[in-house]
């Protein structure tokens, strides 16, 4: 059986999604541990330098991607969308793409081949490829999770597909998207945790949160603390939320199931809050919440500034007023004046 590996183009920025999720707190521009992107001479690569202009890794890589040198780098990994490295067997799905560092400038390992770039941080660990096999790091650039698969998806929902034996691309037409093939029959697959560990699917559904997955059930694989518990209570008891999200849909997309997908750690102070659209990630709803729960942030892409929730909403808000003003005939319109009237004064 083909199992597709590609997500829309959208999803691809989530390599540098939620930068106060994904990013180290670092010190501000011209202190001491400030990083920066800088270009060599005429623009054609780039390397790191800290604030102080010593330069911690040299300007080796190709400057055809879009590198903020304004702004001080604050993830705790380094990565750039380039390598040299390729596949020792051309037909492998596992593909070097892009180099990652440390803050002090040392080679962690080569990030997994997503559409056009590096692969992106997804239930907060990334896929890198090492021996034509593929593992999982975390995003301080530790590998948690050892290269020893022929190929593997992204987490989602708690669990990764991951692929054993022969497996082998297989291009669509046009030569742009692939698929992956067992090849000559040889290839098994299973579902692996957090901390890769294999899991065996259900004999049937047990909890309404299981996971259903190529024609299995996995075990609903999330548990919280008292505290953790409202927080997550908190988004499921949010009905705006699911109202955003469906104003645009022609046909009921049903309800976003919220869960936390990442903890405080030294790394970062939040938990990140995951929408899921029947069991797939909702990059569109992804929130940060501190420890105390009392702050909560909807995560910014790569670009963007990170909004407290209140303004968030508002302006999610005004584009579906705009939306309803365009399509009146909406199957999943609603008030929207009730709902900004209320949240302009929420705090």
């Known amino acids: 059986m083909n199992h597709?590996?590609?997500?829309?183009?959208?999803?691809?920025?989530?390599?540098g999604i939620f930068a106060g999720a994904n990013a180290q707190q670092q010190p501000a521009a011209g202190k001491t541990g400030a990083l920066f992107y800088f270009y060599n001479a005429?623009?054609?690569?780039?390397?790191?330098?800290?604030?102080?202009?010593?330069?911690?890794i040299p300007a080796t890589h190709a400057a055809g991607f879009?590198?903020?040198?304004?702004?001080?780098?604050?993830?705790?990994?380094?990565?750039?969308?380039?390598?040299?490295?390729?596949?020792?067997?051309?037909?492998?799905p596992a593909i070097p793409m892009g180099e990652a560092f440390s803050r002090a400038g040392k080679f962690l390992y080569y990030p997994q081949l997503y559409d056009n770039g590096p692969d992106y941080y997804a239930e907060g660990l990334q896929r890198f490829v090492e021996n034509d096999k593929i593992g999982f790091a975390d995003k301080s650039?530790?590998?948690?999770?050892?290269?020893?698969?022929?190929?593997?998806?992204?987490?989602?929902?708690?669990?990764?597909?991951?692929?054993?034996?022969?497996?082998?691309?297989?291009?669509?037409?046009?030569?742009?998207?692939?698929s992956i093939a067992a090849d000559s029959g040889q290839g098994t697959t299973w579902m692996i945790t957090h901390h890769g560990e294999k899991v065996i699917p259900l004999s049937a559904q047990q909890h309404p949160g299981d996971?259903?997955?190529?024609?299995?059930?996995?075990?609903?694989?999330?548990?919280?603390?008292?505290?953790?518990?409202?927080?997550?209570?908190?988004?499921?008891?949010?009905?705006?939320?699911?109202?955003?999200?469906?104003?645009?849909?022609?046909?009921?997309?049903?309800?976003?199931?919220?869960?936390?997908?990442?903890?405080?750690?030294a790394l970062h102070p939040w938990y990140v809050v995951q929408g899921y659209q029947r069991q797939q990630q909702e990059d569109r709803f992804v929130f940060l919440v501190s420890?105390?729960?009392?702050?909560?942030?909807?995560?910014?892409?790569?670009?963007?500034k990170q909004q407290p929730l209140q303004r968030w909403i508002l302006a999610e808000l005004q584009s579906c007023r705009e939306y309803l003003r365009e399509h009146p005939d909406a199957p999943f319109s609603f008030d929207v004046n009730k709902y900004a009237k209320e949240w302009q004064h929420r705090r």
Not at 6 to 12: A, D, I, K, P, Q
Request: charged share 20%; net charge positive.
């Open 66 to 92: 879009s590198y903020d040198t304004e702004h001080p780098i604050r993830e705790a990994v380094i990565i750039f969308s380039d390598t040299d490295a390729r596949a020792k067997d051309k037909h492998s």
């Open 211 to 265: 996971y259903y997955y190529d024609g299995k059930y996995y075990p609903y694989p999330f548990s919280y603390t008292a505290a953790e518990g409202q927080i997550v209570s908190y988004f499921r008891q949010l009905p705006l939320l699911q109202l955003i999200h469906k104003v645009n849909y022609a046909a009921d997309p049903g309800n976003l199931q919220f869960e936390i997908t990442e903890k405080p750690s």
């Open 4 to 15: 597709y590996i590609r997500r829309s183009l959208y999803l691809f920025c989530c390599m």
């Open 291 to 304: 420890r105390d729960g009392k702050k909560i942030y909807h995560a910014a892409f790569a670009g963007e």
């Open 141 to 178: 650039g530790r590998k948690v999770i050892p290269a020893q698969w022929s190929f593997a998806t992204p987490f989602n929902y708690g669990y990764a597909a991951v692929y054993t034996g022969s497996w082998k691309r297989v291009f669509e037409a046009g030569g742009e998207h692939w």
């Open 42 to 56: 005429d623009s054609t690569r780039v390397g790191v330098k800290n604030g102080q202009g010593r330069i911690i």
